[in-house]
């Protein structure tokens, strides 16, 4: 079965459901967004979503309203196509313990999600996803994703590594390789059992190639969608991997197991 474990809703559905079928895959684990490039026409409309993107990545800017009515779309598209979907929950970072662990209850155990996710935080910010570590372990170690491109820095990378290991039964998975860090992402996963990545948006095909050689049971395939695209990241896997039970695992077997789908 192959798997992508890393998209984000895109508008309309049924171009995503598309997609999947053109490049093969069976299952997309879906993440909410409240940013559509794919709707756009123009370089001047791309921009301006591309910019809503920037201040959620950077942790100036994602209210809980817009938060909220995300969720409530990307559930009634998993609702709706329950053998397409799987759904990882959304969850505001900063609030305490309490209110974190409330959140997770409504909004993403209630909906039935597997995982808790993306999560977008600023430089030099990354210990305050320690309530989202400390909840998830109550919640039977829901795994958490974590967008590790621009703007974290190898500092940033090191703390979520930190956090990994004082949290040792809470799956983590480093989103996009670590960016420019993937380096020293695949040093610290070799040496931290909990630690998996996502590998879209790869920095280079070294960096893939390099990833899935070093660490083949870690290494989890995604699209990023609308961000990438399914054909060619799948087909990056196949071009750098001629062992075909790694690609397997890769594309499907790495993710289905820690996920239990």
Known sequence: MIIDSHAHVILPVKKH??????????????????????????????????????????GRKNSIETKIASI?????????????????????????????????EEYVIKNRFIGLGEFSVATGKV??????????????????????????????????????????????????????????VIKRTKGTKNVYIDLS????????SMTIKELPEKCLFSSDIPYGDLIVSKFSIERVCKDKGVIEQVLGGNVAKLLKI
């Open 17 to 58: 459901i598309s997609l999947m079928d053109e490049a093969g895959v069976d299952k997309t684990i879906l993440f909410s967004t409240s940013i559509h490039p794919e709707v756009t026409n123009s370089l001047g409309e791309f921009e301006k979503e591309l910019n809503k993107l920037y201040e959620i990545i950077s």
């Open 72 to 104: 409530k779309e990307q559930k009634e598209i998993i609702d709706k196509y329950p053998s397409k979907f799987y759904g990882f929950g959304s969850v505001p970072v900063g609030l305490d313990y309490e209110k974190t662990a409330s959140w997770i």
């Open 127 to 184: 210990r305050s996803l320690e309530t989202v570590f400390q909840a998830s372990h109550d919640f039977s170690n829901l795994p958490i994703w974590i967008h590790a491109f621009w703007p974290l820095n190898s500092d940033d990378i090191k703390e979520i590594f930190n956090l990994a290991q004082q949290y040792p039964d809470v799956p983590v998975i480093i989103g996009h390789l670590g960016g420019v860090n993937w380096l020293d």
């Open 201 to 208: 948006a790869s920095y280079t095909t070294v960096a893939l």
